[in-house]
């Protein structure tokens, strides 16, 4: 599994200088004056450093690092140090946090995760999901009763989603690889919140070196909308009466944000939902749509708008839950699968878990879930995610303690003593790391390579 590192660094990039008026076209209706155009084409040419989105459950001043709040979510923390890379910090192999741009945490705010009015039940489906950034975020927020389907067409980037969601500790989640439609036919109706982060030109990537100019170009910004249209209809139609539509892109055309928006007001029937805390960002162009900009904010820049399917009846499918796979007599040495807290899906090759009162369709659309173990010729491994799992009875039966410096060395894939035998979980102040096998001597180190880091620094 490929593991996405966000680097931290916040040097000049040498990126293509921007034309200025091909900028202007490509905003679209949005305006500016001549010296802030000038801003932003220069600001397009700058990295800005990822910042890090906390475990909502962590207070900052916890992880004894100079971090500042991000204004537009409560999770959000930039380190004061324009140099630093948080990428090398322990905490962050530890999973104390998530390294993305701020303008990503746009979104986040417009689903109100950090807010009283977020539900914990909610049933949320992410419907354009990898690498993770926003459907690891929503999976941990979710309590008892709420599920996340984290969707993502392109098979290629499922890697990187399973990992961070691996990374959060849930279980509650599962994921799956299908195309809008078939996701909204299949699921009518069925959730309370849908996020679509939707594939556009991707303007704001030019300063992250993840795009070329062509996002400039009208017929990619037509070709994106197009696309964009397809996948919001499938949306709405996964939305329960009344349920919320949080749709986002990392690209400045209005074409693809604000026209969007009052395309599904005008086309969907949709209404909007405006976000009271966000007004300071809100667009003109649009209700209840809000945006960020490089030149003023300081990260890549976004576009975030929160709508809500009207109250019509929608048609509700029933599905039966499927019955769980049978688990193999050798997997019972590491868990108790004995409780009725969990479902069972997978294949003979790997078995996910899934808490039991999760909704009835998840194994008809999911491929995939949390990982609890995976077979390698006739001998079941547990998996990574099993050992990252930070609640329920499928905790690890056995787990040694380490302190930093044993944490740093494991990590970067060194054997660490370990007078227990067999298989067990390495943690770091109650914080899960990976497994070991141990023949009460010596625990050998079974992260998996794309989980290592060898460069951590070695002060924090
Ligand atoms: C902006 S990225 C999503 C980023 C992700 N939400 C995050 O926060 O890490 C858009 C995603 O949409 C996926 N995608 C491409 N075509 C799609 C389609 N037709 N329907 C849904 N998603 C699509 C892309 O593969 C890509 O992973």
Same mark, same amino acid.
Not at 44 to 57: A, G, M, N, T, Y
Not at 343 to 358: C, E, K, T
């Given at each position: 599994?490929?593991?996405?590192?966000?680097?931290?660094?916040?040097?000049?990039?040498?990126?293509?200088?921007?034309?200025?008026?091909?900028?202007?076209?490509?905003?679209?209706?949005?305006?500016?004056?001549?010296?802030?155009?000038?801003?932003?084409? *220069?600001?397009?040419?700058?990295?800005?450093?990822? &910042?890090?989105?906390?475990?909502?459950?962590?207070?900052? =001043?916890?992880?004894?690092?100079?971090?500042?709040?991000?204004?537009?979510?409560?999770?959000?923390?930039?380190?004061?140090?324009?140099?630093?890379?948080?990428?090398?910090? +322990?905490?962050?192999?530890?999973?104390?946090?998530?390294?993305?741009?701020?303008?990503?945490?746009? =979104?986040?705010?417009? %689903?109100? /995760?950090?807010?009283?009015?977020?539900?914990? %039940?909610? +049933?949320?489906?992410?419907? #354009?999901? %990898?690498?993770?950034?926003?459907?690891?975020?929503?999976?941990?927020?979710?309590?008892?009763?709420?599920?996340?389907?984290?969707?993502?067409? &392109?098979?290629?980037? /499922?890697? =990187?989603?399973?990992?961070?969601?691996?990374?959060?500790?849930?279980?509650?989640?599962?994921?799956?690889?299908? @195309?809008?439609? @078939?996701?909204?036919?299949?699921?009518?109706? #069925?959730?309370?919140?849908?996020?679509?982060?939707?594939?556009?030109?991707?303007?704001?990537?030019?300063?992250?070196?993840?795009?070329?100019?062509?996002?400039?170009?009208?017929?990619?910004?037509?070709?994106?909308?197009?696309?964009?249209?397809?996948?919001?209809?499938?949306?709405?139609?996964?939305?329960?009466?009344?349920?919320? /539509?949080?749709?986002?892109? #990392?690209?400045?055309?209005? %074409?693809?944000?604000?026209?969007?928006?009052?395309?599904?007001?005008?086309?969907?029937?949709? *209404?909007?939902?405006?976000?009271?805390?966000?007004?300071?960002?809100?667009?003109?162009?649009?209700?209840?749509?809000?945006?960020?900009?490089?030149?003023?904010?300081?990260?890549?820049?976004?576009?975030?708008?929160?709508?809500?399917?009207?109250?019509?009846?929608?048609?509700?499918?029933?599905?039966?839950?499927?019955?769980?796979?049978?688990?193999?007599?050798?997997?019972?040495?590491?868990?108790?699968?004995?409780?009725?807290?969990?479902?069972?899906?997978?294949?003979?090759?790997?078995?996910?878990?899934?808490?039991? @009162?999760?909704?009835?369709?998840?194994?008809?659309?999911?491929?995939?879930? #949390?990982?609890?173990?995976?077979? *390698?010729?006739?001998?079941?491994?547990?998996?990574?995610? =099993?050992?990252?799992?930070?609640?329920?009875?499928?905790?690890?039966?056995?787990?040694?303690?380490?302190?930093? *410096?044993?944490?740093?060395?494991?990590?970067?894939?060194?054997?660490?003593?370990?007078?227990?035998?067999?298989?067990?979980?390495?943690?770091?102040?109650?914080?899960? +790391?990976?497994? &070991?096998?141990? @023949?009460?001597?010596?625990?050998?180190?079974?992260?998996?390579?794309?989980?290592?880091?060898?460069?951590?620094?070695?002060?924090?």
């Amino acid at each position: 599994m490929a593991w996405r590192r966000f680097g931290g660094s916040s040097s000049v990039g040498d990126a293509k200088a921007i034309d200025v008026s091909d900028l202007a076209a490509a905003l679209g209706k949005w305006t500016f004056s001549a010296d802030e155009l000038t801003e932003l084409a *220069t600001s397009l040419r700058r990295r800005h450093s990822s &910042i890090l989105r906390l475990r909502p459950e962590l207070v900052a =001043a916890s992880l004894e690092l100079s971090l500042a709040p991000i204004e537009w979510y409560s999770f959000g923390y930039r380190p004061t140090d324009p140099l630093a890379r948080p990428s090398r910090w +322990l905490p962050f192999a530890a999973g104390d946090y998530y390294l993305q741009d701020a303008g990503s945490l746009l =979104a986040l705010a417009a %689903a109100e /995760l950090d807010s009283q009015r977020w539900h914990p %039940a909610n +049933l949320v489906c992410d419907l #354009c999901a %990898a690498p993770g950034g926003k459907a690891s975020a929503v999976a941990e927020q979710l309590g008892p009763a709420g599920f996340l389907l984290a969707n993502e067409p &392109i098979r290629s980037r /499922l890697p =990187a989603l399973v990992h961070n969601l691996a990374r959060t500790g849930s279980d509650r989640f599962a994921i799956s690889s299908r @195309d809008p439609a @078939d996701l909204a036919s299949e699921l009518p109706g #069925c959730f309370d919140l849908v996020l679509v982060d939707a594939p556009c030109s991707g303007q704001a990537l030019l300063s992250r070196k993840r795009q070329s100019t062509t996002a400039m170009q009208s017929s990619q910004i037509e070709h994106s909308a197009a696309r964009q249209r397809r996948i919001l209809s499938s949306a709405k139609s996964l939305l329960r009466p009344g349920g919320r /539509l949080v749709y986002s892109t #990392c690209t400045f055309a209005t %074409a693809e944000n604000e026209d969007q928006v009052n395309w599904m007001v005008d086309e969907l029937g949709m *209404t909007v939902d405006p976000v009271d805390r966000l007004q300071a960002y809100a667009s003109d162009l649009a209700p209840a749509s809000y945006r960020l900009w490089p030149h003023r904010h300081s990260c890549a820049g976004s576009f975030a708008a929160s709508l809500r399917r009207g109250d019509e009846a929608v048609e509700r499918r029933t599905y039966r839950t499927q019955p769980s796979v049978k688990v193999e007599r050798d997997l019972r040495q590491w868990f108790d699968f004995s409780d009725e807290a969990h479902r069972w899906f997978g294949s003979n090759a790997n078995l996910y878990a899934i808490p039991s @009162d999760a909704p009835e369709w998840v194994e008809r659309v999911a491929d995939q879930g #949390c990982e609890i173990a995976y077979r *390698t010729g006739k001998v079941w491994k547990p998996s990574h995610a =099993a050992a990252l799992r930070r609640s329920g009875p499928l905790r690890s039966q056995q787990a040694i303690d380490v302190d930093a *410096t044993q944490a740093r060395s494991y990590l970067a894939g060194s054997p660490i003593p370990c007078t227990l035998r067999g298989w067990s979980v390495v943690r770091l102040h109650g914080r899960p +790391l990976g497994w &070991i096998k141990s @023949d009460g001597r010596t625990g050998k180190n079974h992260l998996p390579a794309a989980s290592r880091f060898a460069n951590l620094d070695s002060g924090r």
